[in-house]
């Protein structure tokens, strides 16, 4: 009975050991995917300001057309960033606040029914783009991504400098 449960648990690390594999790949789709449909979001916008800025005023924004401009850039500026894997944490942390505030703004009936209707929660446009920030945020971009690239440039630059002051 021993041996089995050894036997259980090792094939069980094993396991996790191969998925732990698919992180980075999974992340990299995330923010590639993600990542354009916030291009294509805040293009979109860019192009359609005064439209935009008339929805922001029905919605007594203040300063709708600084904000329809901000937030446009937000999401085109940031979905580039977010897509390539710069600045991946900080963009995704302005990503889940613009997000949070669309909700509160704009789907505030979805926000409310949080627990008591679920399902308006989730139909709610800002919650796909939520949850991918959520996850770039907490778990960071992955290993293909250009705060990967310059970390190891940086690493290696520092290594090379702490070699040579030696």
């Known amino acids: ?37 916030l291009i294509q979001s805040g293009w979109g916008k860019l192009h359609n300001l ?4 008339d929805f922001f005023t029905s919605l007594n924004m203040p300063m709708p057309a600084q904000m329809a401009v901000a937030i446009s850039c937000v999401e085109f500026f940031g979905g ?9 944490r900080l963009t995704a942390l302005v990503l ?4 949070i505030m669309a909700y509160v703004i704009a789907d505030r009936e979805a926000l409310q029914s949080f627990f ?11 919650y796909v783009f ?20 310059l970390d190891k440039v940086a690493g290696q630059t520092d290594a090379s400098e702490t070699r040579s002051a030696a």
């Open 1 to 37: 009975m021993k041996t089995l449960a050894l036997r259980l648990r090792h094939l069980y690390q094993r396991f996790f050991e191969a998925v732990d594999y698919l992180r980075s790949p999974f992340l990299l789709a995330a923010r590639l995917y993600w990542g354009w449909q």
């Open 50 to 53: 005064p439209k935009v800025t």
């Open 80 to 88: 580039i960033f977010l897509a390539v894997g710069l600045l991946s």
């Open 96 to 99: 889940t606040v613009n997000m």
């Open 116 to 126: 008591s209707d679920p399902d308006k929660f989730y139909a709610a446009a800002p």
């Open 130 to 149: 939520l949850i991918a920030s959520l996850i770039i945020l907490i778990f960071g971009p992955g290993k293909v991504s250009l705060d990967t690239l």
